[in-house]
């Protein structure tokens, strides 16, 4: 089995979100890369069937050089080969197409994306993806089990839990839950010297149109200060909630 | 030329994403000069949908559970039939789900999030939230046809009381290689997607073993319940319920946090409720800094009685 993991490449989720160039660039000062964290749960899923099954995972980012350290990372927690499309992300349409190409030359039998990425929140990548290729996909998945030519895949829904089967190839939108928390890889030496020597290549694009891009950047505007109740005064607060703030 | 919303239901009943995106497609119909027209799918009665704008409803019978291939085909048959240059979808997981399908059907431009109307028409430009609800961008849509999923909560709902006619309408059939085996979902609890409050606890309560704090407040306020991620990670509660940057986005009307500290990946996947509330006994708790009202106090001491006054407040109006 052949799998692609699509690795998106974000900003930490502890960093400060500023803007520089008159608001229409993301300011990278200080700021560390960490893999999506979506796509981290994926990947480590991935693993597991490379220990499970024969499997062959492969991670794929669409973005400059300095996403490189980013697929070194996901080729030091196991996967074997990393692929860079060499163009700057501008937005899902470019980025599934750009990927869809790399598919067809490859043959995978699975996608995994994360469901959504933390810093422009599209949440449409790997949808897009099965679109162009008329594919089975499977979003918010929180469950997958293969079994030969079939697949068993949770789909997290607004309020519970749907099961369902489908066939390969198939492409899977991820999250917590399709592993743990707790199971995520941590690269070790061994893994980070290794990663070194293995494959990083580096295509170009085909030069796929966005169909939409960010222009203006624009931070939250600062909140007041929080009113504070005494906590013998709980009265106080339901008035708060009722006649001022008009939630209750 | 139209605007195409796609109002959700459940069980044949519209919901209330339903109403909200024919509110925010109204009023992108206004500025374009032009109707709202709604697909729905096993919608026996959709006049309420002409309370908020629509004109016209095409509704289409589809047998058996929700598939996002042939829902997504029908509404880009609907959208070709009705002309549409403008779709509005919901962030319901499902319209999430179907949306980027549909996007590559129509060769559209699909933006997510979107919490304001088109800041202007031509360049074709909205408002949605980035970065977790850190940010926000301005971005310009480019292709012909232009999806708007509209972020939970964002716009609310707009009365606009119009004339509506309901047509049947018969896509072309597409078939699906995904096979529902089972939905397991409680019927008798709101979600966090869809409801108007949230009462959410943290680590300060202790153990999974006062939880029926959080459950009693929620159930006298109508809310849904949550968590944050330490006590998900630590299986007190289903990770369903995590709410936070990695977990579910919250844009409720209320969001009350008890024994949350705050941490900044909690904060950006609350961050879009209108009205924060923290009860928590420890005052340098971060979440202070973020909420609109707040308690310095022992949750086990503020909570019973919160509940018991909110109880008497709800009796009395």
Not at chain 1, 34 to 54: C, H, Q, S, Y
Not at chain 2, 47 to 66: P, Q
Not at chain 2, 146 to 170: P, R
Not at chain 2, 288 to 295: E, N
């Amino acid at each position: 089995m052949k799998v692609l993991v699509c690795i998106s490449h974000v900003p930490d989720t502890t960093s400060k979100i500023n803007f520089v160039e008159n608001d229409s660039k993301f300011d990278t000062a200080g700021v560390q890369y960490i893999i999506n964290p979506n796509d981290e749960f994926g990947l480590t899923r991935a693993m597991w069937l490379k220990e499970k099954e024969v499997a062959e995972v492969d991670v794929i980012n669409v973005g400059g050089v300095e996403t490189e350290p980013t697929l070194r990372k996901a080729l030091a927690i196991g996967a074997d080969k990393a692929i860079r499309v060499n163009t700057e992300a501008i937005d899902a349409t470019q980025v599934a197409k750009e990927i869809v190409a790399v598919i067809q030359n490859n043959s995978y039998d699975l996608i995994i994306a994360g469901r959504e990425s933390i810093d422009y929140n599209g949440g449409m990548v790997p949808g897009m993806i099965a679109a162009m290729l008329d594919i089975s996909y499977v979003n918010n998945c929180v469950g997958l089990e293969i079994d030969g030519d079939k697949a068993t895949a949770i789909r997290e829904i607004d309020g519970g839990k749907e099961t369902v089967t489908t066939n390969f190839p198939l492409v899977i939108g991820g999250q917590k839950g399709l592993v743990e928390e707790s199971d995520l890889k941590i690269p070790n030496m061994r893994g980070i010297m290794m990663a070194r020597k293995k494959p990083l290549e580096v295509i170009e694009p085909n030069g796929a149109a966005a169909s939409s891009t960010t222009i203006k950047f624009e931070k939250l505007v600062p909140k007041g200060e929080v009113k504070l109740v005494d906590a013998d005064n709980v009265d106080q607060l339901i008035e708060l909630l009722h006649n001022e703030a008009k939630v209750i | 030329m139209s605007v195409l919303v796609y109002a959700e239901s459940e069980g044949g009943q519209l919901k209330k994403v339903a109403f909200e995106v024919a509110s925010y497609g109204k009023a992108v119909a206004d500025q374009m000069g032009t109707e709202v027209i709604a697909v729905t799918f096993n919608v026996a009665d959709a006049d309420a949908l002409g309370n908020y704008g629509v004109s016209k409803v095409m509704n289409i019978t589809v047998d058996g559970n929700f598939d996002a291939k042939i829902y997504a085909s029908g509404i880009q048959q609907a959208a070709s039939e009705a002309a549409a240059t403008v779709v509005v979808v919901s962030s319901s997981a499902d319209s999430r789900y179907l949306t980027p399908l549909l996007a590559i059907g129509l060769e559209a431009g699909y933006v997510t999030n979107v919490v304001a109307t088109p800041s202007s028409l031509s360049p074709f430009t909205v408002k949605r939230s980035a970065f977790t609800n850190k940010a926000f961008t301005q971005t310009e849509i480019s292709s012909e046809i232009k999806i708007i999923g509209v972020s939970n909560n964002a716009f609310g709902l707009v009365e606009n009381t119009t004339a509506c006619t309901i047509e049947d309408f018969t896509p072309g059939i597409t078939t699906s290689a995904i096979t529902v085996e089972s939905v397991d979902k409680a019927t008798d609890k709101v979600t966090i997607a869809d409801a108007e409050v949230v009462v959410s606890g943290g680590r300060g309560l202790k153990g999974p073993e006062n939880w029926h704090l959080i459950e009693e407040l929620a159930s006298t306020l109508g809310a849904a319940t949550a968590c944050s991620k330490p006590v998900s990670d630590m299986g007190w509660r289903p990770h369903s319920e995590h709410v936070g940057q990695t977990g579910k986005p919250v844009a409720s009307n209320l969001y009350i946090a008890i024994g949350v500290s705050g941490a900044i990946q909690h904060l950006a996947g609350i961050n879009s409720s209108k009205v924060k509330v923290v009860i928590n006994n420890d005052p340098e708790a971060p979440f202070f800094k973020a909420a609109d009202y707040g308690i310095v106090g022992d949750a086990f001491e503020v909570v019973p009685e919160l509940i018991e006054k909110l109880k008497a407040f709800k009796a009395q109006v």
